[in-house]
Structures are given as structure tokens and as C-alpha cells.
């Protein structure tokens, strides 16, 4: 897959940089520390709340401190880290899950918000920048001009984003899978889940439900909200569930690549309106939507208030799909529970489990 002229640029910058400061890796943040010379990447993330300067401060000290350079005489070629290598995998397979032929700039921003471990994400997630709010607003200045050294600067869409999403043909099996999997699919690659029979009863009560019957997950990271799902979607795989679920499939949905590559107003939600339509077609569909905070404001215009969680409101009302939701108690306070249209269409339920260590509320 081709890369975009601005990701090129970038690339080139990099491998510039790290040639001439002796390096002998370019690493995510050597990328991310480029990606701040961009006028839009840099208008994007100060929109979030964020300082690029602060940013491009953080990212210098870490290459002085932490990249030291190769004391052999000879010159030699920097090579890519895993870390790197992994960016541009993920990049150019978020560009090939939204249709496109060329990695842009949006998709390594993607692609590095989905590292493991990298002080180039944590630098972000230090101010309060989040990959979902990042991409959307990356789109917004996209569309509009752009202050550039004292210029005016139009950004503009590259001609193979310039065809209609109406002209997509659906893939084979449906459209979701652009944007989403099937975790009935995947059970044989995750570990069998011990010890959660509470949590799995209580998830399915609550599916089962005629209304209200859309399960939200609060934990810390790593307690295994994301595990529950995966069992429950074993179960329904191997039809151990009450009869209202037999037959049901859950769709992981991801955010990221759905905002990856949309450029122009409308665009996002064109996209994100086609995948649920499609996994509606479904028989007995549920949504998985991990780090569900991400969505209340995600695709808001200009401060406005169309966001996902407002374009899922007919979808909750409807009741055909049912949705799981994850997230901390954390981001629960500061954003989920201020959603008055999600905090509806949700259940919640606090375990009084002790041995869990841990509070699930559904």
C-alpha cells in the first residue's frame, strides 16, 4: 500500500533526523515528535485541550535522555524499532479496514494510539488527548484553513478520498466487516474464562431483558471486562445461553478505525450509520464497544451535539441491537455519566463480590 505525500514527507523527515543525530533506531516517538511540525496534526491536538509545545518539549527530552546515539566512525542507516515497524503495520491496516490506497497521516496517529507501550502515547494521554477526540478533530481542521507560518493554507483531499463511501461495495458477509469483528469468530483465541460465573450471569440477565438491557462493564484496566465479553461470546457459540440469546453474535466495534481516513463533514457518520444499518441485517445482534467514554463526544461538530452517543439513541430506543459497554470508574464519572442519552439506555449493577477484588456494574 502507497503512502499519502504528507506521510511520505514525514517518513523522509524521520529517518533525516535520525541519521544526522546517529541513531540507530527511529522509534514511534522520533515520529510523533515530526508529526508535531504538522499544522494539522499540531491545531488538532491544541483543540483537545493539549499544548504542542508542552508535547514537543517532552518528545526532545526523551530523545536527548533515552536515544543515544551510535559511536561507531562509520555512518550507518537507521533501522526501524518494533515499536516503529508496528506503526506502520497498524497504519496501513487501519487504511485498508476504511477503504483507502493510501496511508494518511490520521492512520499512523491511529496506528501509534494502539501500542502497547510507547512514551509517544503516554506523552498524549498526559494531557487529556484520546485517540477518538484526536482523529474527529484532526478531520474538522482538515476541512477548514489552517495557520501556517503567518499563511493561509487550504488542506486538501487526496483524489483517492475523493470518491463517495456510496460507492463502496459492501464486503462479502456485510459491511461491519470494515470496521468491526465478530467475536463468536475468535473464541478459539482467547484463554477459557474461570471464576466470572456471576459477572456472565448477571450480563446475560440484563441481555435478556426487554428493556434497559444494555450491560455497561466498569473496572481498572487489565481486571478482564474485555475477557467477560470474549465468554460470553463462547457461550453463545456453543449455545449455553437462555433462549432469547440463542443465535446471537457480539460485534466488536472500533471507533479508531471508523475515524481514520474521514476527511469532510458528514463522512464519519455516513460511515458509522452504514455499519450499524449493516450489523442491524443480523439476526440477533450485539455491540461491543470497549472504552465507551471515547464516543460521548466523538463526531460532535464544532462543539455541537451530534455525537455518537446521540446517533445511537435510535438504535437504543429501537432495541433490536443491544449493546455492552467498558470502561473505568474514572472516565465513567467524568464523561459517561454526564451523557444523559447513554446513562439512559444503560444498566447499571454494582457485584458486592469480595473475591473479585475488583466492581463490574452492568
Known amino acids: 500500500m502507497q503512502v499519502s505525500g504528507k506521510v511520505a514527507e514525514m517518513i523522509d523527515t524521520v529517518f ?20 508535531c511540525q504538522n499544522p494539522v496534526f499540531a491545531q488538532a491536538f491544541e483543540n483537545c485541550g493539549g499544548n504542542i509545545q508542552e ?19 562509520e555512518s550507518c542507516t537507521p533501522q526501524l524499532s518494533q515499536g516503529a515497524a508496528e506503526v506502520l503495520a497498524l497504519a496501513w491496516k487501519s487504511a485498508k479496514n476504511s477503504g483507502r490506497t493510501k496511508v494518511e497521516l490520521s492512520h499512523m496517529v491511529h496506528a501509534m494510539y494502539d501500542l502497547e507501550e510507547s512514551y509517544a502515547v503516554y506523552y498524549m ?3 487529556g488527548v484520546e485517540q477518538a477526540q484526536l482523529l474527529q478533530e484532526m478531520i474538522l481542521v482538515g476541512e477548514e484553513n489552517v495557520k501556517d507560518g503567518g499563511r493561509r493554507t487550504r488542506i486538501t483531499q487526496p483524489e483517492d478520498m475523493q470518491e463517495s463511501e456510496a460507492d463502496d461495495t459492501d464486503t462479502q458477509g456485510g459491511y461491519w466487516q470494515r470496521y ?5 469468530d475468535l473464541t478459539q483465541e482467547g484463554n477459557p474464562l474461570i471464576g466470572r460465573q456471576e459477572e456472565l450471569e448477571r450480563t446475560m440477565q ?40 440463542l443465535g446471537a453474535k457480539i460485534f466488536a466495534l ?37 472504552e465507551i467514554h471515547n464516543i460521548v463526544g466523538a463526531g460532535a461538530v464544532n462543539g455541537g451535539s451530534l455525537d455518537i452517543s446521540n446517533m445511537l439513541k435510535p438504535y437504543l430506543s429501537a432495541g433490536h441491537i443491544r449493546f455492552i459497554g467498558a ?20 444498566k447499571t449493577w454494582k457485584s458486592k463480590s469480595r473475591i473479585m477484588r475488583m466492581r463490574f456494574t452492568f
Not at 533525516?16 to 546517529?22: V, Y
Not at 468491526?180 to 463468536?184: R, S
Not at 450491560?215 to 475477557?227: D, M
Not at 481516513?261 to 464497544?289: H, M
Request: proline share 5%; net charge neutral.
Open 16 to 35: 533525516l533526523l535520525a541519521g544526522n543525530a546517529r541513531f540507530e533506531y527511529v522509534t514511534p516517538e522520533l515520529m510523533l515528535y515530526v508529526a
Open 327 to 346: 470502561t473505568t470508574f474514572e472516565e465513567y464519572k467524568k464523561h459517561f455519566e454526564k451523557a444523559k442519552v447513554l446513562s439512559a439506555g444503560f
Open 125 to 127: 494521554r498526559r494531557q
Open 180 to 184: 468491526a469483528v465478530c467475536l463468536n
Open 206 to 245: 440484563i441481555l435478556c431483558r426487554k428493556e434497559k438491557n444494555n450491560p455497561l462493564h466498569l473496572g481498572e484496566p487489565g481486571v478482564g471486562k474485555t475477557a467477560i465479553v470474549y465468554g460470553l461470546a463462547r457461550l453463545l457459540k456453543n449455545g449455553q445461553v437462555p433462549a432469547p440469546l
Open 254 to 290: 472500533d471507533i479508531g478505525s471508523l475515524l481514520a481516513g474521514t476527511q469532510y463533514r458528514g463522512e464519519f457518520e455516513k460511515r458509522l450509520k452504514k455499519v450499524l444499518d449493516s450489523i442491524a441485517q443480523e439476526e440477533n445482534p450485539i455491540i461491543y464497544l470497549d
Open 55 to 73: 508535547l514537543d518539549r517532552d518528545l526532545k527530552t526523551y530523545l536527548e535522555e533515552y536515544m543515544e546515539p551510535d559511536d561507531r566512525e
